[in-house]
């Protein structure tokens, strides 16, 4: 279908944007300026030469290393300070740490709507940096004075049996703001790091991928030094120093980003993305009962101006998919004089931005089970963890929380491994620039998460009908936290370059935060499975998920997710293979 733009002479229609910038004009560009709207932090286009691109990545990479490194030292140690410090039974203590990891998530959104619509990326992770380490600070505090724990009198030898509605407010507070922070700083973070890359300049571009992978190592390796380094700390000295020691890294890391203000690039805020979604359907549907019909004739509204009429964004090209969408850019009114007016007449490019957001959606929501998946990381393999002869030699206890960095040293040889041998075989066969599309790589991370699931229901069912199974070796898990690991490597990086690429300009990071949202959902999705299993199975003698895992039945529990993960690739492969996006017209 095609679409007639219906100049509009109005000044009003003509952004700001569009009288300062080159590609307003009829001249050509500096080659040393970005094309992207990106400018400097003095509001100027941005000069290649002394913005962006390598000479501030390195920050960010950094950063992300270090605020990480705070996440997973916290993540790792949760169940276990919630069950011996704050004496809550372990079906309890993995459930609320799975509403906190889905509240974290979950609240990416609100810090992506903010940093797109109105603060941009750059001072909201700032923002949102204060608040988390707000929420360190706390935690630590927690973990420090004996009064804000139940902490045995040594006068009566009392031993409370759970603590009292003030510690917990004290300590679900600090969670609170930890997950206030998180939610700025996660979905931000990566897509500021990509908007370091003009898309137009094909040298850039390359880096742009190159960086996804690097950054996604950097996570790995603020993974690897707390779960290891951190948790070794913590069982040692105490969770004082287990959240203390963060704490300070937390600060760190908003130093060194700080460090690279100069060197960025900045996207100005664009707006309301959802204020124009909602636009776009209110619009389309009055149109609809007006009796408008979307033909080849029918001519779509467009601004003539060089840019959109959204500040900061370029125009989209009009696409064939969910033509009732188009009905919101038809003039139905010839006489229609105020055509600035969106909640009247919308243009192609707000259109498009809908319609991108409707075709990625069931990508994200059929790769929801691998969340539920990795859920299993924090909370249940943690407590296998516990549970099994963690004794490395005579005098080092192995932390519960360390057999995590096996996932880690996954991530350290699947992605130079991918990226150095295995991509170059498959661009001479596939004839794709990355190999593997970013569809078939988060599918074939989908694929590999069914082996780790149904291998930690084999291992467990072992462990549980072995005549001493806490003689059994922690090494017994190595395989499932290894093969879950190459599971997150693929989809991952997958997921981060198909919804950066896939985003237009006015909804960058409400993407990256949508794909990232889905961990929270598997959390949520999880804890509702284990009441449900508890209420099936019961939580006394026959219950599936019972305070001692010697009495459990977790195998069950494993079976069921590796069947809901090889059921939820098939509906992945259906979307997959059905998905359009937008370059493709």
């Not at 600090?174 to 137009?200: C, I, M, R, W």
Request: hydrophobic share 45%; charged share 15%; glycine share 8%.
């Amino acid at each position: 279908m095609k679409y007639e733009l219906l100049h509009s002479t109005d000044p009003a229609t003509v952004s700001e944007s569009d009288l300062n910038f080159p590609a307003s004009s009829s001249s050509t560009p500096s080659m040393d300026l970005v094309t992207n709207g990106s400018v400097d932090f003095r509001g100027r286009i941005a000069d290649k030469r002394k913005t962006g691109g390598w000479r501030a990545s390195p920050f960010i990479i950094a950063n992300e290393a270090a605020e990480r490194l705070s996440a997973f030292t916290v993540s790792a140690s949760l169940v276990l300070y919630l069950t011996k410090e704050m004496k809550e039974s372990l079906p309890d203590a993995a459930t609320h740490v799975s509403d906190w990891v889905g509240a974290t998530y979950l609240l990416m959104l609100v810090g992506a709507f903010l940093a797109d619509a109105y603060l941009g990326r750059y001072l909201t992770v700032i923002l949102s940096s204060a608040v988390y380490l707000i929420g360190m600070i706390m935690l630590t505090v927690s973990a420090s004075v004996p009064t804000l724990r139940p902490t045995c009198s040594t006068k009566t030898s009392n031993c409370p049996s759970s603590a009292t509605p003030g510690q917990s407010a004290f300590l679900y507070s600090a969670l609170a703001l930890v997950a206030l922070g998180t939610g700025g700083v996660k979905p931000n973070v990566p897509s500021f790091g990509a908007d370091q890359h003009d898309e137009n300049d094909e040298k850039e571009l390359s880096y742009k991928y190159t960086f996804f992978n690097f950054f996604f190592l950097s996570i790995k390796v603020g993974a690897l030094l707390g779960l290891t380094v951190m948790v070794y700390i913590e069982q040692e000295k105490g969770y004082a120093w287990g959240f203390g020691l963060p704490t300070v890294i937390m600060f760190a890391s908003v130093v060194i980003l700080a460090a690279g203000f100069p060197r960025y690039r900045y996207k100005k805020p664009m707006g309301s993305v959802f204020t124009r979604f909602t636009q776009v359907i209110v619009v389309a549907v009055k149109n609809h009962f007006k009796g408008v019909e979307v033909s080849h004739e029918v001519k779509l509204y467009e601004v003539a101006t060089e840019e959109s009429d959204i500040v900061g964004a370029r125009k989209l090209s009009h696409t064939p998919q969910y033509r009732f969408l188009d009905k919101a850019a038809v003039m139905e009114d010839p006489e229609l004089t105020d055509i600035t007016d969106r909640w009247k007449l919308c243009t192609v490019t707000q259109v498009e931005e809908l319609k991108t957001f409707v075709r990625v959606f069931p990508v994200w929501a059929s790769t929801i089970a691998l969340s539920l998946s990795l859920a299993q990381q924090s909370t249940f393999f943690l407590a296998q963890s516990k549970i099994l002869n963690r004794n490395l030699g005579p005098n080092f206890v192995i932390p519960p929380g360390s057999m995590q960095v096996f996932a880690v040293i996954n991530a350290f040889i699947t992605v130079p491994v991918y990226e150095k041998c295995i991509v170059p075989i498959l661009q001479r066969k596939t004839n794709h620039h990355r190999g593997l599309t970013s569809l078939q790589r988060m599918g074939l991370g989908l694929f590999i998460s069914i082996f780790s699931l149904a291998l930690a229901a084999a291992i467990e069912h072992m462990r549980r009908t072995h005549s001493n199974p806490s003689g059994l070796s922690v090494f017994w898990l190595v395989p499932q936290f290894f093969i879950l690991g190459g599971a997150e490597s693929f989809t991952y990086v997958g997921q981060l370059e198909f919804f950066y690429d896939e985003a237009t300009d006015g909804m960058k990071s409400v993407c990256g935060a949508l794909f990232l949202s889905e961990i929270g959902i598997g959390s949520w999705v999880n804890t509702a499975l284990v009441k449900i299993v508890e209420g099936a199975t019961g939580m006394g003698e026959g219950g599936w998920l019972r305070d001692d895992l010697n009495e459990s039945k977790l195998d069950y529990y494993y079976a069921i997710l590796a069947a809901i993960s090889a059921v939820n690739l098939f509906i992945y492969v259906w979307v997959a293979r059905r998905y359009k996006g937008r370059h493709q017209g």
